[in-house]
């Protein structure tokens, strides 16, 4: 079970003080982090590449991470990470969804290159993606060909 970050930062706040906290970024980003300032409970935020696991450590579960966390904030060993305003998060977000995107959409012209040789059709007219390859491939959408019908 998972708990939404108010709840989380309700039951920090509801622990005898003083508040120290720190946890390993993930794909929530930085949001818990915000709403622990804001309610004043100092955190940080773990650099996850900083932290050196002790040899031999290869079973990784939440609550061995949760005691070895502990462990370093207690000895004053967190190696933090600076954490981006939300603006500056959102901007890399939105990036990142752009870069995946971009990623995608090159891989399926890729398989439909390889699906049209796989069945024979060869585009040998010029530079591929383009205005003309692309009334090329319309045309083979259009022209009854069985081999794209599923």
């Not at 508040?19 to 100092?42: C, D, K, N, Q």
């Not at 010029?126 to 060909?145: F, I, M, N, V, Y």
Request: proline residues 6%; charged residues 20%; contains cysteine.
């Amino acid at each position: 079970m998972s708990a939404s970050t108010p709840d989380i930062v309700a039951w920090v706040a509801s622990l005898p003080g003083p508040h120290l906290v720190t946890y390993e970024p993930g794909p929530t980003g930085f949001s818990l982090y915000r709403h622990l300032m804001s309610a004043g409970i100092e955190c940080q935020v773990a650099a996850p590449s900083k932290l050196q696991r002790p040899a031999g450590d290869r079973v990784k579960t939440d609550a061995r991470d949760a005691e070895y966390l502990a462990k370093l904030l207690r000895l004053g060993q967190i190696v933090v990470v600076t954490v981006p305003s939300a603006q500056a998060e959102t901007v890399r977000d939105v990036v990142r969804a752009g870069e995946d995107t971009r990623q995608v959409f090159m891989s399926n012209r890729h398989q439909l290159s390889k699906l049209l040789l796989c069945h024979g059709h060869v585009y040998d007219c010029g530079e591929a993606w383009t205005g003309k390859h692309d009334r090329w491939l319309r045309d083979h959408q259009t022209s009854g060909d069985t081999a794209f019908t599923p």
